[in-house]
């Protein structure tokens, strides 16, 4: 049976899976940006009471399943997540302090879906990314 959520009048269960990439779909994420980021992504989350349920940092996209209060629209906590996290990346390590607004890390949009019924399902997607990249990577060097 499903566990809903409770506010102060609602009953809840909204899991959305986000998709989003840095600028030019550059491949940035690695090292200690992947782990700054990790960390930073549940730490927003935490603040607007949103739950991170699986997330997966690849070298060039982003794929997440939140669990979003309905008082959010997903638009706007995909924009809170993506702006609040390139100051962060700027700010320590870019060298930027002051007056940067965090526009040159994330590409415009972002692609979500809800995930419904078909949970487990997606939930399985995002944790198979690492392998995929290993099955791909693979075939590339013909091991």
Not at 14 to 20: A, L, N, P, T
Not at 126 to 140: A, P
Request: with cysteine.
């Amino acid at each position: 049976m499903r566990e809903y959520k409770s506010l102060s009048h609602t009953r809840w269960d909204c899991k959305y899976h986000v998709v989003f990439i840095p600028k030019r779909r550059q491949k940035l994420i690695y090292g200690a940006i992947r782990k700054h980021l990790g960390a930073t992504f549940h730490e927003l989350a935490k603040r607007k009471g949103i739950v991170i349920e699986e997330g997966h940092l690849k070298r060039d996209h982003v794929h997440m399943c939140t669990s979003v209060p309905p008082k959010y629209a997903v638009a706007n906590v995909v924009g809170y997540l993506k702006g609040k996290s390139a100051i962060s990346i700027a700010r320590k390590f870019r060298g930027r302090q002051r007056n940067f607004n965090g526009e040159s890390f994330w590409a415009r949009g972002h692609f979500v879906s809800t995930v419904g019924l078909d949970e487990e399902i997606v939930l399985e997607y995002i944790r198979n990314q690492e392998k995929e990249d290993e099955h791909r990577d693979q075939l590339r060097l013909g091991v």
